[in-house]
């Protein structure tokens, strides 16, 4: 992947090299467990997606619980692997950890201090595993990378080629991306190496989708399996899990009340809100519309909300707009 998707298809193996050494045999096995029956043969790398998570804002950067909860339970089983070690003797194998944010970065050694003290991991298992920014792991490498992405519905500076090009060649002998597909919500994006990583795993079935609890954020049940009482994580309202709140907005459709990987359209165009299609984009693109309404008035100012698309109001004034809300009582 990293060579169809960085240089081109240029990269090779070092001559006299063996491809799947027993070590790296063990990883893709691992890997294998988590695909399920559908897996490949043998992978060496991962794809992860959990389209009911939510990334949240924690001051200028972002977190995500739910990504950090999942690694670090896949992470505590692989470090207890005799089988894992690196290439070139018996020594356990390394791990290394890039989240793509500093807040996620903050919250990852935090989460791995607590579990310290509790006696949950040992002070041996800490030695072999790293929690770096994207930038601070130029020049590393590790037996198994884990790059976790972090956003749900935006791409940000994620796109930018050169970080994706760092973040997918640090491993030595396996990856797991977490990257969710959300991210690809705009045409950016969609035309980013996000997409052609997306599309890689998708085409060679590496691609793992893991449902999480709305509610509480935890990877290891559903909504429906929650013991927490109810309450919405996106409109702080109680009786009801973000899977459901009337005020959350899908980012295929635009339309509120469902999250995006439950939204019951086909993939929409997010320029013009047709059916979304190879050919579709071809055409698309050379047309002048609102992709705010999806409809044509150029040279006037859109008329609706960008979040509910009500007539005569901005999202920031929206009393569907959580994010409104919350500003407006900050204020008084």
């Given at each position: 992947?990293?060579?169809?998707?960085?240089?081109?298809?240029?990269?090779?193996?070092?001559?006299?090299?063996?491809?799947?050494?027993?070590?790296?045999?063990?990883?893709?096995?691992?890997?294998?467990?988590?695909?399920?029956?559908?897996?490949?043969?043998?992978?060496?790398?991962?794809?992860?997606?959990?389209?009911?998570?939510?990334?949240?804002?924690?001051?200028?950067?972002?977190?995500?619980?739910?990504?950090?909860?999942?690694?670090?339970?896949?992470?505590?089983?692989?470090?207890?692997?005799?089988?894992?070690?690196?290439?070139?003797?018996?020594n356990p194998a390394r791990i290394l950890i890039v989240p793509l944010y500093k807040a996620?970065?903050?919250?990852?050694?935090?989460?791995?201090?607590?579990?310290?003290?509790?006696?949950?991991?040992?002070?041996?298992?800490?030695?072999?595993l790293d929690v770096r920014t994207l930038d601070s792991s130029q020049g590393e490498e590790?037996?198994?990378?884990?790059?976790?992405?972090?956003?749900?519905?935006?791409?940000?500076?994620?796109?930018?080629?050169?970080?994706?090009?760092?973040?997918?060649?640090?491993?030595?002998?396996?990856?797991?991306?977490?990257?969710?597909?959300?991210?690809?919500?705009?045409?950016?994006?969609?035309?980013?190496?996000?997409?052609?990583?997306?599309?890689?795993?998708?085409?060679?079935?590496?691609?793992?989708?893991?449902?999480?609890?709305?509610?509480?954020?935890?990877?290891?049940?559903?909504?429906?399996?929650?013991?927490?009482?109810?309450?919405?994580?996106?409109?702080?309202?109680?009786?009801?899990?973000?899977?459901?709140?009337?005020?959350?907005?899908?980012?295929?459709?635009?339309?509120?009340?469902?999250?995006?990987?439950?939204?019951?359209?086909?993939?929409?165009?997010?320029?013009?809100?047709?059916?979304?299609?190879?050919?579709?984009?071809?055409?698309?693109?050379?047309?002048?519309?609102?992709?705010?309404?999806?409809?044509?008035?150029?040279?006037?100012?859109?008329?609706?909300?960008?979040?509910?698309?009500?007539?005569?109001?901005?999202?920031?004034?929206?009393?569907?707009?959580?994010?409104?809300?919350?500003?407006?009582?900050?204020q008084l």
């Open positions: 992947m990293p060579s169809r998707v960085n240089y081109s298809d240029m990269m090779r193996g070092a001559p006299g090299t063996k491809k799947w050494p027993e070590s790296t045999v063990a990883f893709a096995h691992e890997l294998s467990k988590l695909l399920g029956p559908n897996a490949p043969k043998r992978t060496s790398r991962l794809v992860v997606q959990f389209p009911r998570t939510r990334a949240t804002r924690s001051g200028t950067s972002f977190e995500n619980r739910t990504h950090v909860e999942w690694v670090l339970h896949q992470v505590k089983g692989f470090l207890k692997n005799d089988r894992l070690t690196d290439l070139s003797t018996t996620q970065v903050n919250l990852y050694r935090q989460v791995l201090a607590d579990e310290r003290s509790k006696g949950c991991i040992s002070d041996e298992d800490l030695q072999r590790r037996d198994l990378v884990i790059v976790d992405y972090v956003q749900t519905d935006q791409a940000g500076f994620c796109t930018d080629p050169n970080r994706n090009c760092l973040a997918t060649t640090r491993a030595i002998q396996a990856e797991i991306i977490i990257m969710n597909e959300g991210m690809l919500a705009d045409f950016r994006a969609q035309k980013s190496k996000l997409a052609q990583i997306i599309a890689h795993a998708s085409e060679f079935n590496y691609k793992l989708e893991v449902l999480s609890c709305t509610n509480c954020n935890s990877p290891t049940h559903t909504d429906d399996d929650c013991n927490d009482q109810l309450s919405c994580s996106y409109c702080k309202q109680p009786g009801h899990a973000r899977v459901t709140c009337p005020k959350i907005k899908c980012s295929n459709c635009r339309e509120l009340g469902h999250l995006t990987s439950n939204c019951p359209k086909a993939k929409l165009c997010q320029q013009c809100g047709a059916k979304d299609s190879v050919m579709h984009k071809k055409a698309c693109l050379g047309r002048r519309i609102c992709s705010n309404c999806w409809k044509c008035h150029t040279g006037d100012a859109c008329t609706k909300c960008f979040h509910c698309r009500g007539e005569n109001h901005r999202a920031n004034e929206c009393r569907l707009n959580p994010e409104a809300t919350r500003v407006k009582n900050k």
